[in-house]
């Protein structure tokens, strides 16, 4: 069973900062396109973010301009870097590695931005 670990999550005052992270197996890293979601209490998850195994980069426009999403193929891990942080960031954040049709999911970590 493929295991996608995250940490990182907390919690933080608005405009404060977090940086996230997952770290996948090499076998499928370094095969993988790799994606951060989030699911807030209530609504549906949704796309945060996502990397390409060249490193192209996509973004939710909630997001753009504040979050960055990398990675790192030495250590099999991609980031999620949040600045200017927002209450409505609040939610579950979830890795996703996606190779070909498989998708494997990190068991998520929480973020509570507070006001």
């Known amino acids: 069973q493929v295991q996608l670990v995250e940490s990182g999550g907390g919690l933080v005052q608005a405009g404060g900062s977090l940086r996230l992270s997952c770290a996948a197996p090499?076998?499928?890293?370094?095969?993988?396109?790799m994606g951060w979601y989030r699911q807030a209490p209530g609504k549906q998850r949704e796309l945060v973010a996502t990397i390409t195994r060249g490193s192209s980069t996509n973004y939710a426009d909630s997001v753009k301009g504040r979050f960055t999403i990398s990675r790192d193929n030495a250590k099999n891990t991609v980031y999620l870097q949040m600045n200017s942080l927002k209450p409505e960031d609040t939610a579950v954040y979830y890795c996703?590695?996606?190779?070909?049709?498989?998708?494997?999911w990190g068991q998520g970590t929480q973020v509570t931005v507070s006001s």
């Open positions: 090499g076998s499928i890293f370094s095969l993988a396109a």
């Open positions: 996703k590695a996606e190779v070909s049709v498989l998708a494997y």
